[in-house]
């Protein structure tokens, strides 16, 4: 077992390995329904979280590169964390195929490729939920600030150098991580090499630090602060709109510390304006998207959280019960959770995705049904601008007078219809 980042081996193995050092185990009640349960999820709950986590991932790219949320910075910190979970998810489901005897995971050079690429993508995913976090904090605590600070072409430079770094970070699982045989288990498994072992323990001490104390300190700091400035703008937004009463002098104070002021535009100091509607409205887009970032945030670390702990007392203690195997194995699904639920997330929170959702499908199937060939020729676009030029046409026709009107207007009609039953037919839907 690597660390917490890495595809981790079934419990059949872990329960192997500690009979052939220690005898065979006197297992509880609890040990016994605990394994069962975890053997249970481990054979039916990752194909699962495989299968409908990277559907979830791929439309989520989908919809926040191809509708209006492209526009936002975030969107694309978003992206790449679905891009980098996909990657992960598909290593899981390579190491979940030794159940039925595809042994990819444990040959070479897969065992280093997909280790490897299940570090970088634990890295990505914790320090693209820090940028976005951090934006975050910043839309909420300077919003004066966000036009300049936040934006698109700042956050594609932020996820290359998080993208670049995170490769570079993951290079020792390369040397560090390969094939080997179990004489306790009886098989070839993929694990670190016995000739790496202090430089595999150093790395992982520096690992935890990097991956799990700083971004989740930055995360939980960022996190309380950003939702304390939301609470107390939800709570003005409340006061704004119950039957008017005379505010208190702290209460005044704290709607204009919330509320956008500017010169007036013929230059007399003194003279304030407030914010434009176009801005309020502005402003309470990003609140929302904010509120939506923070429950994304804040589920990342309570799934993460478990999992690192339990590598930080792996690392303090020096033996292990099977007991505390298998309450690491469970902490270790709620790990590998975390990379297949985005989806179900920014839909349950996110009114904004919600409706980015439904146009990028409408916009889909109105393209499906326009390119669809129909009865006769023609689509409907192009009968729709046949007849709309032939009532152009009939607009512009000159009216002299009231007998030469009638008398045109019924010979533009004659017309009209006849070049109408002329054009091409097709079915309307």
């Given amino acids: ?64 590169f191809n509708t209006k949320l492209k526009k936002l910075s975030s969107s694309y910190y978003l992206a790449a964390l679905g891009i980098s979970d996909t990657c992960y998810l598909v290593g899981l489901f390579v190491t979940w195929l030794s159940f039925f005897q595809v042994h990819i995971y444990t040959r070479e050079p897969y065992c280093q490729l997909f280790t490897y690429t299940s570090g970088v993508s ?3 995913s914790v320090w693209y939920v820090v940028a976005f976090t951090f934006e975050r904090f910043i839309v909420v605590r300077y919003p004066l600030k966000r036009q300049s600070w936040c934006t698109v072409r700042r956050a594609k430079t932020i996820i290359a150098c998080l993208t670049m770094v995170g490769s570079v ?73 119950l039957p008017k ?11 204009l510390s919330f509320q956008y002021f500017s010169t007036h535009p013929n230059g007399r100091n003194g003279i304030l304006r407030r ?20 429950i994304v945030s804040s589920v990342f670390v309570c799934l993460n959280l478990p999992s690192y702990v339990m590598r930080v007392r792996a690392f303090v203690e020096t033996g292990h019960s099977y007991l505390t195997i298998l309450v690491q194995y469970y902490c270790y699904l709620f790990f590998i ?24 499908f409408r916009r889909h199937r109105k393209s499906r049904v326009n390119q669809e060939p129909n009865s006769g020729c023609g689509t409907q676009s192009e009968l729709l601008r046949a007849y709309g030029n032939l009532a152009l046409r009939r607009t512009s026709t000159p009216m002299l007078s009231t007998t030469t009107t009638t008398t045109t207007n019924r010979t533009a009609e004659t017309i009209l219809w006849k070049d109408y039953a002329d054009a091409p037919v097709m079915n309307l839907p």
């Fill in 1 to 64: 077992m690597l660390n917490a980042s890495t595809v981790q081996p079934p419990l059949a193995d872990a329960r192997v390995a500690m009979e052939a050092d220690g005898g065979a185990l006197n297992l509880t009640e609890t040990e016994v329904v605990m394994e069962l349960i975890g053997n249970f999820l481990n054979f039916y709950y990752m194909p699962l979280l495989v299968v409908v986590g990277s559907i979830g991932n791929i439309l989520s790219v989908l919809v926040f």
């Fill in 122 to 124: 634990s890295f990505l």
């Fill in 169 to 241: 970070h993951s290079v020792p699982y390369i040397f560090y991580a390969g094939t080997q045989y179990s004489e306790r288990s009886n098989v070839t498994i993929c694990d670190m090499r016995k000739e790496y072992t202090s430089q595999m323990e150093i790395f992982n001490y520096i690992d935890t630090v990097i991956v799990f104390v700083v971004p989740f300190t930055i995360i939980v700091v960022l996190n309380s602060v950003t939702s304390f400035t939301v609470w107390r703008f939800a709570g003005l937004r409340r006061n704004m709109t």
């Fill in 245 to 255: 009463r005379k505010p208190s002098n702290l209460e005044i104070r704290r709607q």
């Fill in 275 to 294: 914010s434009s509607m176009r801005e309020n409205r502005m402003l309470h887009s990003q609140m929302k998207v904010t509120k939506m970032l923070l």
């Fill in 337 to 360: 959770t975390n990379f297949g639920i985005n989806f179900i997330l920014y839909c349950i929170s996110g009114q904004n995705f919600r409706k980015a959702v439904i146009e990028m």
